[in-house]
T-cell receptor, first 109, second 115 residues
């Protein structure tokens, strides 16, 4: 069974710090990796996707992928209280998007 | 970015009635749409995968006769909750995948309350 694992948190970081969110996946054939943000009571919102090993930066967000270790992470620089949400890691293998259970992030002012 | 809409955003109905939820991809064609359900403080749960022009594929434990899915066009999928009961009260979210990509974009969700 294809699995995507995330630490459920909550992860608390002070405002201005770097938040590091981690995700591991079991399907070695996975090709595409996504990070979604979900605010309480709202639907998920796509933040970033990454296909290749290495880092991909978009503003304050950096996604990191290591296929050999089956590991993908999301770094949020200069964390803001508005970043407080649940972050969902999602992985596509052959067809279907598989979600992790999400990590709840709290940025403390 | 790609936009997915859902209608209605919120619905309250009496037990035993049927409720239809629409999901539209506004600026792209979606050959595949997905329906999820999420209970408070719980993870997203995939209910079914809907392919345009063919029957939906339901996840284990999801009753296909209770949750009717129609994907009539490349921009519209509907979910009908038939004979709704209070335990069907939940947050229903659709997502759509572009015809030539793997990225899924989510609609804003429909909050269903069955009295």
């Amino acid at each position: 069974q294809k699995e995507v694992e995330q630490n459920s948190g909550p992860l608390s970081v002070p405002e201005g710090a770097i938040a590091s969110l981690n995700c591991t996946y079991s399907d070695r054939g996975s090709q595409s990796f996504f990070w979604y943000r979900q605010y309480s009571g709202k639907s998920p919102e796509l933040i970033m996707f990454i296909y290749s090993n290495g880092d991909k930066e978009d503003g304050r967000f950096t996604a990191q992928l290591n296929k050999a270790s089956q590991y993908v992470s999301l770094l949020i620089r200069d964390s803001q209280p508005s970043d407080s949400a649940t972050y969902l890691c999602a992985v596509i293998g052959s067809y279907q998007l598989t979600f992790g259970k999400g990590t709840k992030l709290s940025v403390i002012p | 970015g790609a936009v997915v809409s859902q209608h209605p955003s919120r619905v309250i109905c009496k037990s035993g009635t049927s409720v239809k939820i629409e999901c539209r991809s506004l600026d792209f064609q979606a050959t595949t749409m997905f329906w999820y359900r999420q209970f408070p403080k719980k993870s997203l749960m995939l209910m079914a995968t809907s392919n345009e022009g063919s029957k939906a594929t339901y996840e284990q434990g999801v009753e296909k006769d209770k949750f009717l899915i129609n994907h009539a066009s490349l921009t519209l999928s509907t979910l009908t909750v038939t004979s709704a009961h209070p335990e069907d009260s939940s947050f229903y979210i659709c997502s759509a995948r572009e015809a030539r990509g793997q990225t899924q974009y989510f609609g804003p969700g429909t909050r269903l309350l069955v009295l």
